[in-house]
Nanobody
Framework: QVQLVESGGGLVQPGGSLRLSCAASGFTFSTYAMSWYRQAPGKERELVAVITNTGGSTNYADSVRGRFTISRSNAKNTVYLQMNSLKPEDTAVYYC????????WGQGTQVIVSS
């Protein structure tokens, strides 16, 4: 079955960096686009970044463009989110998503940006 496992979250000071990972299994990873979403307390889940199956094209929410980078390793069945210049408003639970036969989500990883 499809499984997505996120890791790499934590507490970081404003201006700091984190790299999130999402390890995928149960489907042909290299065939599907992957995306990262986030959900802040009291807010709806929002799209952060998306990457095509080959990694040749990416897109970002305006709020993170220029600070976050999505990438993937099809050899490792893993998608990454490099987050730089973090701001308190980036605080959220971050989820990866695969749209296979339906949408699959990981369990999420918490990111807290605070001094």
């Amino acid at each position: 079955q499809v499984q997505l496992v996120e890791s790499g979250g934590g507490l970081v000071q404003p201006g700091g960096s984190l790299r999130l990972s999402c390890a995928a299994s149960g489907f042909t990873f290299s065939t599907y686009a992957m995306s990262w979403y986030r959900q802040a307390p009291g807010k709806e889940r929002e799209l952060v970044a998306v990457i095509t199956n080959t990694g040749g094209s990416t897109n970002y929410a305006d709020s993170v463009r220029g600070r976050f980078t999505i990438s993937r390793s099809n050899a490792k069945n893993t998608v990454y989110l490099q987050m730089n210049s973090l701001k308190p408003e980036d605080t959220a639970v971050y989820y990866c998503k695969a749209l296979v036969s339906r949408a699959y989500w990981g369990q999420g990883t918490q990111v807290i940006v605070s001094s």
